[in-house]
């Protein structure tokens, strides 16, 4: 079992910046990709960015890619989704997601993942 915990969530002006957290604990010696999703009121979960277990490889929406970047840092058990330059659009809650894989293919699909977390909220004003 794998228990993910996001932070960071807030409200935030058009524009702006944000970082979200997820912490995850338990049985986090497994080789697992993380991915962020987020879903606004009255549609679906939206895939966004998703993170090899070494960090190395990394996949973003088109929708976010060049404003958000997904990272990770094993030591703390903790994947980072920096939100720059955002958009009323960007408003939704935001949830990490776990996947037990040591491949190397991404997946975007939510029922592709193992562990989700309760989710975060973003909010962005005009």
């Known amino acids: 079992q794998v228990q993910l915990v996001e932070s960071g969530g807030g409200l935030v002006q058009a524009g702006g910046s944000l970082r979200l957290s997820c912490a995850a604990s338990g049985r986090t010696s497994s080789t697992y990709h993380m991915a962020w999703f987020r879903q606004a009121p009255g549609k679906e979960r939206e895939f966004v960015a998703v993170i090899n277990w070494s960090g190395g490889n990394t996949y973003h929406a088109d929708s976010v890619k060049g404003r958000f970047t997904i990272s990770r840092d094993n030591a703390k058990s903790t994947v980072y989704l920096q939100m720059t330059s955002l958009k009323p659009e960007d408003t939704a809650t935001y949830y990490c997601?776990?996947?037990?894989?040591?491949?190397?293919?991404?997946?975007?699909?939510?029922?592709?993942?193992?562990?989700w977390g309760q989710g975060t909220q973003v909010t962005v004003s005009s």
């Open positions: 997601a776990a996947k037990i894989t040591g491949a190397s293919t991404f997946y975007i699909g939510p029922p592709s993942y193992d562990y």
